[in-house]
């Protein structure tokens, strides 16, 4: 069988990462390649953000493509299982339909729904992928995502889908760390006319986020006056619970 030594040899440094974190010369010696060697490598999967910097000192952790590959494909169906009940309860809280998406390239990919007992329903979501900008789970992936996958993101086309969607690439950074500060984003008819929802991320063991539950409803009913805050705390509250499950 032919083999491809480059490959090889990243492979052997992303197992090294997965179990803790590891600078150049620490990788070096584990994998028994030349210093030179371990830093070209690593340069190349910093680039497709398979490693990334932790920070200043120089070490290297398993990055957001790896760590988002894993929870879209192979944990999804655990992610749905793990999620459900949590929706439903959202849902009979607040009278709307709570939903569960994860990260599918620069698209939010909605693989389940819970529907309310509201008679007045919207649709169901259930397997779009929509731009991460312009949805609130999208938006708050991306704002718990690295600073790479920001930029990146921030780097293609930016469609607006209503008057109220966000293009604009600095108010968008701004808002990033506005969701991180928080936690939660709201969004009010940036996608649709008409349709106001809130997330809140689900993270892995590195703080990446690899899932977002939201709640969303028509804006004229959703939320109702006073109630922004108590219904994010919920949503966070799921989240969290969601995040220690799967960890």
């Not at 000192?57 to 760590?67: A, E, F, K, L, V």
């Not at 892995?204 to 006056?225: D, E, K, L, T, W």
């Amino acid at each position: 069988m032919s083999k491809v030594q480059s490959v090889q040899r990243a492979f052997a440094l992303l197992q090294q990462l997965a179990s803790e974190e590891m600078g150049v010369t620490e990788l070096s010696d584990a994998s028994d390649l030349p210093k030179s060697t371990v830093a070209r490598l690593l340069k190349t999967l910093e680039y497709e953000e398979a490693v990334e910097l932790v920070d200043e000192t120089g070490r290297y952790r398993i990055g957001p493509s790896i760590t988002s590959l894993a929870g879209s494909t192979d944990q999804s169906p655990d992610l749905i299982s793990r999620a459900r009940p949590h929706l439903v309860v959202l849902a009979q809280a607040t009278g709307e339909d709570a939903g569960l998406s994860i990260p599918d390239g620069h698209k939010t990919h909605y693989v389940a729904q819970t529907e309310s007992d509201n008679p007045v329903q919207v649709r169901d979501w259930t397997g779009e992928q929509l731009p991460m900008h312009s949805v609130a789970s999208g938006l708050v992936m991306l704002a718990f995502s690295s600073p790479l996958s920001q930029e990146r993101y921030l780097s293609g086309s930016l469609t607006s889908f209503t008057q109220n969607t966000m293009t604009d690439r600095d108010d968008l950074r701004r808002r990033f760390a506005d969701i991180s500060r928080v936690g939660y984003v709201w969004c009010d008819a940036e996608y649709v006319e008409g349709l106001k929802a809130v997330a809140a991320p689900i993270l892995n063991a590195r703080g990446m986020p690899i899932a977002a539950i939201h709640i969303h409803g028509p804006s004229y009913r959703f939320p109702q006056v006073g109630q922004d805050d108590e219904i994010a705390a919920m949503v966070v509250d799921k989240a969290r619970l969601i995040t220690d499950q799967i960890r």
